[in-house]
């Protein structure tokens, strides 16, 4: 008698397949670029996004929004340009990291801003923590030398956590600030958070910062920093290499997962 095998199917009483999350498309929902790797957008779902720029320089591309990181502009930006402009980058930081922009010339260069190109969107500050102080003494600085100008509608903070900060105390620091301006400029504003990531890979400290974020009425668009980078790169400070949302290969990494899910 010749032998042969036989193969039997194994089958657990309680298994289930596992169960993929899609994609969610967010028209809040954008990514900071390091590296213009635009593929990246579609892999999470985000619909825009920035890199950082001296002077803002408008593309053919919809989703691309410029940036003026120490609040300049020249003939790159068409003088009725009607689009947002992120207006500063980290001015209450030293450089390198920040363009370190005291209140007062920031409202000097908010005003010129608006008078030369008066249909721009400016998303002013772009600060990091604990910065309500910056927000403060710049829209006290527009009221007093500048009682004719409009104060902006739109401010944009940053926000990340490390290992001394949490979801909780950024939820707490982004209140007070949004609050601060709203009562000193007696106005609503939007915000954007047009820089955060979790820099300690915690995708359950990543989902509680989401949950902060989409919770907030006054937040309305917000950027995950970053895509991918060369971490030995000046622009990376040492240690943060842990909190990109796409592998070298385009793959998604952990994070990338939940913010491609959320």
Not at 37 to 48: E, H, M, R
Not at 190 to 211: H, I, N, Y
Request: charged fraction near 20%; proline fraction near 9%; charge should be negative.
């Amino acid at each position: 008698m010749i032998p042969f095998l036989v193969f039997l199917p194994l089958v657990l009483n309680n298994y289930s397949p596992p169960v993929y999350d899609p994609i969610v498309i967010n028209q809040n929902k954008g990514i900071a670029l390091v590296e213009p790797y635009l593929q990246d957008l579609d892999s999470v779902g985000a619909t825009w996004y920035y890199t950082w720029t001296h002077y803002p320089k408008p593309t053919t591309d919809e989703r691309y929004i410029p940036m003026s990181y120490y609040g300049l502009f020249d003939d790159n930006l068409p003088v009725d340009y009607d689009g947002f402009v992120l207006f500063l980058n980290e001015p209450n930081s030293p450089a390198p990291f920040g363009s370190e922009i005291s209140p007062r010339v920031a409202a000097d260069r908010y005003v010129a801003f608006v008078t030369a190109r008066p249909n721009a969107k400016l998303v002013v500050g772009n600060c990091s923590a604990w910065s309500q102080g910056w927000y403060l003494y710049f829209v006290v600085e527009l009221m007093e030398n500048y009682p004719d100008a409009p104060l902006p509608e739109y401010y944009g903070f940053h926000g990340y956590i490390e290992s001394y900060i949490t979801p909780q105390q950024l939820d707490d620091w982004w209140d007070t600030s949004q609050r601060v301006i709203e009562q000193v400029g007696g106005q609503p504003v939007e915000v954007w958070v047009t820089e955060f990531a979790d820099t300690t890979g915690d995708t359950e400290s990543l989902t509680d910062l989401m949950d902060v974020i989409q919770s907030k009425e006054y937040i309305t668009r917000f950027a995950y920093f970053t895509n991918r980078y060369d971490p030995t790169q000046p622009y990376i400070p040492d240690g943060w290499h842990d909190f990109n949302l796409i592998e070298d290969d385009g793959t998604l990494s952990p994070v990338g997962a939940i913010y491609a899910q959320r």
